[in-house]
């Protein structure tokens, strides 16, 4: 499983660029599902046909980014971002530019300190004050190796194993939450249910692929495989995120302080019910801020039931998110667990 998590993390696929890391999917479970499709809005369904009741899994293949919004006369690239950055985290990184005629290094500048006048030191640099510095020495320069307004970009940041069962990476929100449904289907055994397994596109971007592919299937319950903020770390108080790495997978109550997704007790019930039946350790998770797919698909037709399995990891939308391997594992495990016992909780449907 770390050796197929370090093959997603390295991919590159930015929201409503995720042809890439899509194929990469495709090629991995192949082998464990009767159908995969690739939809409208190139989510990547893959089925395995069964019985009563139809369930969807779904984890974003996504990940957060900038793009190329103006090239200046010297060369330099101005850019916006896609999806939820902290300014701080973007500055001086190396990037990697992707453009039609293949990827091209660049790292993100700005003014030094030296050249800083005293409050300007004591102001983070908001991202409008970076650009990207690619080598070029004009536009045309920049142009003739490929860099064009639209050239999507994402961090250059390789996929590491740390301390104990620990790994860094970029994007492991959510190809995290992608290897976890991999994983699940390759275990799955005596499966009753019809089972949808959605990769979905532009999550970062307003839960997009969730939305229609759910509207698509319309499924009995589904159940999204995410990645949710640890706060085992310095800086964060355990009263306002109290989930700890290396404790298991987080299940979901609500987050958002409501206003994504409150689970239903049907649903929290069949996932400690699995927890339970698996001998898998679980925290809960009540959130502040932030949200999922689930938020969208259990807004979707007349409502879908939703239940969300996270693995608690230490700061996510950078390039350097941590988590651990066993809490990884243990998500996959508790995600095979709930399908093969979904007929027992879903019959109603």
Known sequence: MKIL?????????????????????????????????????????ATKYGGSPTLMLAAHMDEIGLMVKYVDEKGFIYFTKTGGWFDQTLLNKRMLLHTAKGPVY???????????????????VPSEGMFI????????????????????ITPDMEFKSLGNDRVTGKALDDRGGCAVIIEALRSMKEVKATVHAVFTVQ???????????????????ALVSEVTVAGDHPGIEK?????????????????AEGEGIIVTETVLNWLKGAAEAGNIPYQLKVGAGGTTDASAIHLSREGIPTGVISTPSRYIHTPVTVLSMS???????????????????????
């Open 106 to 124: 660049g790292v993100i500048g700005g003014k030094p300190p030296h050249a800083m006048k005293e409050e300007e030191r004591k102001k983070p």
């Open 203 to 221: 999550e970062e971007v307003g839960l997009k692929g969730a939305r229609t592919s759910a509207f698509m299937l319309n499924p009995d319950v």
């Open 5 to 45: 998590l370090e093959r997603l993390s390295n991919a590159h696929g930015v929201s409503g660029y995720e042809g890439n890391i899509r194929q990469i999917i495709e090629d991995e479970i192949r082998p464990y599902v009767d159908e995969i499709k690739t939809d409208k809005m190139g989510n990547l369904i």
């Open 239 to 255: 009263k306002d995120f109290s989930l700890e790495i290396g404790k298991g997978p987080a299940i979901t109550v609500s987050d």
């Open 327 to 349: 809490d990884l594992e243990m998500s996959a495990r508790l995600i095979t667990k709930a399908v093969e016992i979904a007929d027992r909780f879903f019959k109603i449907f």
């Open 133 to 152: 510095d690619v080598g070029a020495v004009s536009r045309e320069d920049a142009e003739k190796i490929g860099v064009n307004v639209g050239t999507p």
